[in-house]
């Protein structure tokens, strides 16, 4: 039987609420560093930590709370001044704290995490008892850096760090491992495990771990009885609009159809349809939480990284208080990974290289969330030294992603774009940070699973800006109906920039592909009837502008219904390319909402050239 039979609710509880306190502690340990003298702040994390070793002791997971007494213990002796914060101590508080995390991991499954390595808990006692001299000058040690261990393979990255080490070099103990393990012990630049991802780290190596399961996503969701309580009083009301139509229906059904009768109807009609309004507002508002709950694990992140590159960076955040829907929260974590990551690698300079450049020598970067209109909008900007589009494209010349004529046809905005091609990178070697070309290629293809638009502006010398575009939830989707023949289909209004008239003298071929000049730009044109496999009848009459996250085409199309707010439903028994899914027009119609990136993928690889003769 499980330890945790009967009480898997509790442990759910437990779970999501240790896991914010966590996030918490890990946050203000990140600015006790800059304020090692802030009693409140110390306060803080002792009280987040005990709450944390209170929630173990009540679950009977007694390894936890182990470790949590004795980093508890430690916090205590800091905020009473019995021990000075050091760099070398906040090293040990945080690979403890990323073991703690680690183990919540185990917990999510429903399992008792394995103990902590006895000699992290020696090491949290030796910091205790005082034994300082020699774990700051283990710390302060010089090691060789990560590019040295390119050739390292990936799997050995979650070993963590070499504790019985570790521990003979608090202490004197004699250790049969090499100087330069004793040396590189503590150093962040060669412990990636605990620094960069504890989420996924175990405490130590283990031969052939057995295999788990991945986590499922959280169900639940935290709902202020405020949201509640309008969606019940707009139940109530509609209840009661409902007994008005259905008493109008029976005198209208028994002849009664004076003018009285039919604008009472109209009246209540008007009513209905405003109180559904407000009620879908109301229930997608149950949905919206604060996108701060997902950020509040990037500072953490920043700094291990950065420490881990030999970089001095802050991570500034705003709009924590920013909601967006919960069913968005996770689905964003790893896009929003890879661009803080890619900011702190890529982006900022070393230390060096920023003072030759006369900058500051602590880099900012800024992770922004704001809601403008029906959207949310998230910004992930450095003051690094930038990105040159000539240097993107000979780096996807060399890697065989474009060509040469191609990549030279390009304008330094679309160039840089090219940083999405799978296996795009600019560096020449790989090491445990970066280096393998998938990073921003999966940022690109989760935002757009979310209906969102990425976009690039980079300037030589000032830095980097990444925006990120959102609608504020899945479950509606703002759409721009068009028609091919009768039949009409749907299209993500995020990607439309304009409409516009296609006249058969405005088509020009360029490499024997149909383009059309709009202000300036030459744009490809692409008929929805070849991306469909349908046959096209007739010239097109208009054409939708539409913006993807690589490029800029007009969708050529028979005519449009105008804009809507659609629900999709997925179609499960068949799921044709190129199709997201289907809804109802408000006259019953059945209108497919294509997928245009798909349907860009897929196949339909230029315009029929035949469409377009004049």
Request: charged share 25%; glycine share 8%; hydrophobic share 45%.
């Amino acid at each position: 039987m499980s330890h945790f039979a009967g009480m898997e609710e509790l442990l759910q509880d437990f779970l999501t609420e240790a896991g914010e306190l966590l996030s918490d502690v890990d946050n203000k340990l990140v600015e006790l560093e800059k304020r090692p003298d802030d009693k409140a702040l110390l306060n803080d994390i002792f009280r987040g930590f005990h709450t944390i070793k209170g929630g173990a002791g009540f679950l009977n997971v007694n390894d936890l709370v182990e470790l949590c007494h004795r980093t508890e213990n430690l916090f205590d002796k800091l905020r009473t001044s019995e021990l000075t914060l050091t760099p070398s101590i906040m090293d040990v508080i945080m690979l403890a704290t990323g073991v703690v995390r680690t183990m919540f991991g185990s917990l999510s499954q429903a399992q008792l995490p394995d103990p902590a390595d006895p000699a992290l808990l020696k090491a949290l006692d030796a910091v205790l008892a005082g034994q300082q001299a020699e774990f700051a000058a283990l710390a302060a040690q010089k090691t060789e850096t990560p590019s040295a261990q390119v050739e390292q393979p990936i799997a050995n990255e979650s070993s963590g760090p070499d504790w019985p080490a570790l521990y003979q070099g608090i202490t004197g103990a004699p250790s049969e491992t090499s100087t330069v393990a004793q040396e590189t012990v503590l150093a962040p630049e060669i412990a990636p495990a605990p620094f960069i991802a504890p989420l996924e780290m175990a405490p130590r190596a283990k031969a052939q771990p057995p295999a788990q399961q991945p986590a499922a996503k959280e169900t639940t969701i935290r709902v202020d009885t405020s949201r509640l309580d309008m969606v019940l009083n707009l139940s109530g009301e509609i209840g009661l609009t409902k007994n008005r139509l259905t008493c109008l229906r029976a005198n209208i059904l028994q002849g009664k159809t004076d003018g009285d009768t039919l604008k009472a109807l109209d009246e209540a009609v008007s009513h209905l349809d405003l109180l559904v309004g407000d009620l879908q507002n109301a229930v997608m508002k149950t949905r919206m939480q604060p996108i701060g709950r997902l950020f509040q694990k990037y500072p953490r992140l920043a700094r291990d990284l950065a420490r881990q590159l030999g970089k001095e960076v802050e991570l500034v955040i705003s709009g924590e208080e920013t909601e967006i829907d919960k069913t968005m929260i996770e689905d964003l974590n790893d896009p929003l990974v890879h661009l803080v990551r890619n900011a702190v690698d890529h982006g900022v300079e070393n230390t060096d290289e920023r003072i030759a450049a006369g900058k500051p020598t602590k880099s900012l970067v800024r992770l922004t969330a704001m809601q403008a209109g029906d959207h949310i909008v998230l910004e992930i900007a450095d003051d690094g030294k930038g990105m040159r589009p000539d240097t993107i494209r000979r780096k996807a010349v060399e890697k065989g992603l474009i060509d040469a004529e191609a990549a030279n046809s390009l304008d330094d905005k679309q160039a840089l774009n090219l940083i999405f091609l799978p296996g795009f990178s600019m560096k020449d070697q790989i090491s445990d940070v970066s280096g393998r070309g998938v990073g921003m290629d999966v940022v690109r293809t989760n935002i757009q699973k979310l209906n969102g638009r990425i976009d690039i502006n980079s300037t030589v010398g000032y830095g980097t800006t990444i925006t990120i575009s959102l609608p504020l939830t899945l479950a509606i989707l703002p759409v721009l109906v068009v028609r091919l023949g009768d039949q009409p289909f749907a299209v993500p209004l995020s990607m439309v920039r304009e409409i516009i008239p296609i006249k058969p003298a405005e088509i020009q071929r360029v490499s024997g592909r149909a383009t059309m000049v709009v202000r300036d730009e030459v744009l490809p044109v692409r008929s929805l009837a070849s991306l469909i496999g349908w046959p096209q009848e007739g010239m097109p009459s208009f054409g939708v502008l539409m913006q993807t996250t690589v490029t800029n085409f007009i969708l050529a199309i028979d005519g449009f219904l105008g804009r809507d707010d659609v629900v999709i439903k997925p179609l499960h028994d068949i799921k044709p390319k190129g199709i997201a899914g289907a809804t109802l027009s408000g006259d019953g119609l059945v209108v497919l909402v294509l997928d245009i990136e798909e349907l860009l993928d897929m196949g339909a690889e230029e315009t029929r050239a035949s469409m377009f003769t004049a």
